[in-house]
């Protein structure tokens, strides 16, 4: 997979050459291109901002450099199976399930937002040529996109074949299949004065997923019960969920 990163502040983007990433990076799994949007500006001072139209407080990432930026990525083609991700707060909410979907895409160009956020006619061009989306992590406001651009990257890629060592721990996980994950504990079986539940040292192998289960729902219900499905039954009892 192929991944270009559009920012102010490449410096934001080091992570990726760290950890995970970066060990796919130097596999080869991924190709990773960090690009400064300034190099798109022709002005002295690298412009990429000014005010926005109408009034108002902050300041709007003009159109010119992101236009000059696409029509370089895509010079050589590349736009079949390429989608562009726009980080922003207004965005549609980062999920599992869209993470699944962009791990399809042969190339992911991420355009990372700052200030007030970026030209709308940007993103209305770049969808006349390719997909666009625009994603946000979460309901709440940060400096920029690029740590929403690194949190999207790191969700997609562990989803890639030959990216995760134990393909097992993927299933098993929060999120997948719409429940939390249940609690884990390793050795020692006693610490500190709390015990491992009983049934995981006990070897029936029905009773831990039955008792592992139980507590993903539990755990779901209590803590995100936007997430459980009101068919979740718990100790026979159905667990009072919101709609
Ligand atoms: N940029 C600023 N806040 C953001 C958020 N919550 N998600 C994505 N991009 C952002």
Known sequence: MRLDYLTIFPDYLAPLQLSLP????????LDV??????????DRHRTVDDTPYGGGAGMVLK???????????????GLEGATVVVTTPSGEPFTQELARELATRERLVFACGRYEGIDQRVLDHARTLIEVR????GDYV???GEVAALAITEAVVR?????????????EESHEGGLLEHPVYTKPASWRGHDVPPVLLSGDHGAIAAWRHEQAVRRTAERRPDLAHPSQVLDGVEVRLAQ
């Open 22 to 29: 970066g060990k796919a990076v130097a596999s080869g799994l």
């Open 33 to 42: 291109h960090v690009h400064d949007l300034r190099q798109w500006t022709h």
């Open 63 to 77: 159109p010119e450099p992101f236009g000059e930026a696409f029509d370089d990525l895509f010079a050589g083609g």
């Open 134 to 137: 625009e994603v946000s992590i």
């Open 142 to 144: 940060l400096n920029g």
């Open 159 to 171: 989803l890639l074949p030959g990216f995760m060592g134990n393909a097992a721990s993927l299933v």
